[in-house]
């Protein structure tokens, strides 16, 4: 069965501050990490994928397959980040698997 | 590109009845689209995997009679809730797969918010 641990329901920092959001996964093969990111009164949109290993509004995330951990990273926290970001998983790339299972999720808040 | 529509964005409706949902993908095609439920503050649950031309693949607990799922083209999937009852209440969200990448690419609709009386 595969599952996604977010283990912080709620996370609050200040501006200019680094942030970091954990994620943690269990899966018995090789599978696709993505965090999403809801912003107030907007629909869930993708931030990363793993296998892009792209940084996208000074977000990255690593996979770690050891920790089986896909946290996500942003050095300077700016107010505009503050949202819900979910951490997701899926099976294998080209599988059949294409389902999402979702982490429950973390709120951050960025202060002024 | 990669827009994914839902309607209505909210109804309410008297226990007992139906209510139909769609969830369009607009300028791409979709041979695999996904329906969510997310209650207040919390995470979206799975609830089923429409393919289109064949039966959905319902998760375990969700009642396939109770959700009706049709995905009759590459651009659209209907959730039906039947026989709604207070408890049916909620957030639903489509996601669509968009069939011409090799990788698992999923774009979701604004969400559907259903409020049974």
């Known amino acids: 069965a595969q599952r996604v641990t977010q283990p912080e329901k709620l996370l609050s920092v200040f501006k200019g501050a680094p942030v970091e959001l954990k994620c943690n996964y269990s899966?018995?093969?090789?599978?696709?990490l993505f965090w999403y990111v809801q912003y107030s009164r907007q629909r869930l949109q993708l931030l990363l994928r793993?296998?892009s290993r792209e940084s996208i509004k000074g977000f990255t995330a690593d996979l770690n397959k050891g920790e089986t951990s896909f946290h996500l990273k942003k050095p300077f926290a700016q107010e505009e980040d503050s949202a819900m970001y979910y951490c997701?998983?899926?099976?294998?790339?080209?599988?059949?698997?294409?389902?999402?299972?979702f982490g429950k999720g973390t709120l951050l808040t960025v202060n002024p | 590109g990669a827009v994914v529509s839902q309607h209505p964005s909210w109804v309410i409706c008297k226990s007992g009845t139906s209510v139909k949902i769609e969830c369009r993908s607009l300028?791409?095609?979709?041979?695999?689209m996904f329906w969510y439920r997310q209650f207040p503050k919390q995470s979206l649950m799975l609830m089923a995997t429409?393919?289109?031309?064949?039966?959905?693949?319902?998760e375990q607990g969700v009642e396939k009679d109770k959700f009706l799922i049709n995905h009759a083209s590459l651009t659209l999937s209907t959730l039906t809730v039947t026989s709604a009852h207070p408890e049916d209440s909620s957030f639903y969200i489509c996601?669509?797969?968009?069939?011409?990448?090799?990788?698992?690419?999923?774009?979701f609709g604004p969400g559907t918010r259903l409020t049974v009386l």
């Open positions: 793993h296998i």
């Open positions: 300028d791409f095609q979709a041979t695999t």
């Open positions: 429409s393919n289109e031309g064949s039966k959905a693949t319902y």
């Open positions: 899966y018995s093969g090789s599978p696709e």
């Open positions: 997701a998983l899926s099976g294998e790339s080209g599988g059949s698997n294409y389902k999402l299972t």
């Open positions: 996601s669509a797969r968009r069939t011409s990448r090799g990788y698992n690419e999923q774009f």
